[in-house]
């Protein structure tokens, strides 16, 4: 059947017929439907990132105020050690806590305030007072996002580990041993100190070098039961060698947890004090019974069968400088430091202490105290050597500490360098940590409390101001 020639008319002269126009107009409108829900898309993911990015924003804010606000505290705890009256100055103090509001931070598109809570703002003995910070920033129009630090903080100690060198420890000796003990567990100087035995031995024994050189720690064939801290290199243990603890599994040797590879520590030099009665010579004693005395004299030098007894609370600064024997103990010598006596020496110059050493009746290593003086690195020597006990503390950070014997050394020592050349038990006191009163103030733990558990512990804290 032909097609009507009206129908090739219309074709020719390009004119749609009415079904084809309506198809025409569906696809317009689908395509413009496709359109407006990807603008939309797009003008909604625009909007989610701009707010994501403010919201990010204002947790970094929250944070960076959360820790300008500890950082305040930190800072009056340790004005307040220096003695400065201002240290705590409008802040609201409570017993024994304190609190302060810092606000009106304009971080441009939000504003933020914070506040800091302590716990003892005037902590005494063994307490170690915590820095508690809450940030909170927001933004108009938007939510509200807030931060909450916990800091705990510890007094810094010039004995803080038991063995600290500035560069190497080297352990020579084929059964050396490193642990520790506790001369004072109440922080109570008028109760009786406990001496050290294998009932009270402890896992503390720390061993730390803040160098950074291949053999910062060598601790060979020694056994350390506690730790081990070096400024970047793994410690070099032989195969008789153990760093190990309490909670270490049986058939351990170096214990990973017990090891650590990034310590840092100060050594600030010591100066010896100006004062004191000038001697010509030493005799046989020295000090009076009961009274506290501070004496100056060259140096010390006993031989043969001779003692030198201290009597009372003696500080004794030896003027031998730098190149010069300050103290030579050899032979049978002997400085004698009986019970309820002690001795503080500050020298600049070299040291040899052998012979029968020091003899120190007491249990606490602090009644014996030597500091070194020296400020030029490696400019002085110190050779403690012999095979009874000693208790004493040595803090020499310029001096090179060589220990040589086979008996045991209860105390903690701190030395550019240590060379542990016999098969001493070394028996780090714990109690030396609380030694140094007027040390400053650091970080021993940071924390950022994210659960809700966490956060509802400190909110008391925080409500009412």
């Known amino acids: 059947m032909s097609r009507p020639l ?10 749609a017929a009415p079904g084809d126009r309506g198809a025409v107009l569906v696809v317009a409108l689908l395509i413009m439907a496709v359109l407006a829900l990807g603008l939309t898309s797009y003008l909604s993911m625009n909007v989610n990132s701009a707010r994501q ?7 970094a804010a929250a944070f960076n105020l959360a820790e300008a606000g500890a950082e305040e505290a930190l800072w009056s705890f340790n004005q307040a050690n220096a003695g400065a009256a201002d240290a705590w100055s409008n802040w609201t103090l409570l017993e024994p806590a304190a609190r302060r509001t810092w606000s009106g931070f304009d971080f441009g598109s939000a504003t933020g305030n914070v506040k800091v809570y302590v716990d003892h703002r005037a902590p005494s003995g063994s307490t170690r007072p915590t820095i508690v910070a809450l940030a909170t920033v927001s933004a108009p129009g938007g939510a509200e996002v807030s931060k909450m630090l916990e800091v705990s903080l510890r007094r810094r100690s010039r004995f803080s580990a038991g063995l600290m060198a ?5 352990f020579s000796g084929t059964r050396a041993s490193v642990d520790s003990w506790n001369s004072d567990p109440d922080n109570n100087p008028a109760t009786a100190p406990v001496p050290y035995s294998s009932a009270v031995r402890n896992d503390r024994g720390s061993v730390a070098s803040v160098s950074v050189g291949t053999r910062a720690v060598l601790v060979n064939q020694a056994d350390v039961y506690g730790y081990v801290y070096t400024g970047g290199p793994q410690p070099e243990v032989g195969r008789n060698g153990r760093i190990t603890g309490r909670d270490t599994p049986v058939g351990v040797n170096i214990d990973p947890s017990r090891v650590t590879t990034d310590f840092s520590a100060t050594f600030p030099d010591v100066g010896a004090p100006a004062d004191g009665i000038s001697l010509a010579s030493l005799g046989t004693t020295l000090g009076t019974e009961g009274e506290a005395t501070r004496w100056r004299c060259a140096n010390i030098a006993l031989s ?5 007894t201290i009597l009372g609370d003696v ?15 050899t032979g049978n010598a002997s400085i004698i430091i009986p019970a309820n006596s002690s001795l503080t020496v500050y020298v600049e110059g070299d040291v040899l202490i052998a012979g029968n050493g020091i003899a120190n009746d007491n249990v606490r ?9 020296n400020t030029t690195a490696s400019g002085q020597t110190i050779h403690l050597a012999g095979n009874g006990a000693l208790q004493s503390v040595v803090y020499a950070p310029n001096a090179d500490l060589k220990i040589n014997g086979n008996g045991d050394i209860m105390g903690a020592a701190v030395a550019r360098s240590i060379d542990l050349t016999g098969n001493a038990d070394f028996h780090y006191d714990e109690s030396l940590e609380h030694l140094d ?10 924390r950022e409390l994210t659960t809700e558990t966490a956060r509802a512990s400190q909110r008391g804290n925080f409500s009412g101001w």
Request: aromatic share 8%; net charge positive; glycine share 12%.
């Open 315 to 329: 500080t004794l600064i030896l003027t031998a400088g730098s190149g010069a024997r300050a103290i030579d103990v």
């Open 53 to 59: 990015a403010q919201r990010g924003f204002q947790q």
């Open 304 to 308: 043969g069968r001779q003692t030198l």
């Open 437 to 446: 009163t007027d040390m400053p103030y650091g970080i021993d733990r940071w």
């Open 365 to 373: 290593p602090i009644s014996c105290q030597i500091y070194g003086t």
């Open 6 to 15: 009206s129908s090739f008319r219309s074709s020719s002269r390009g004119v």
């Open 166 to 170: 500035k560069d190497a420890i080297v």
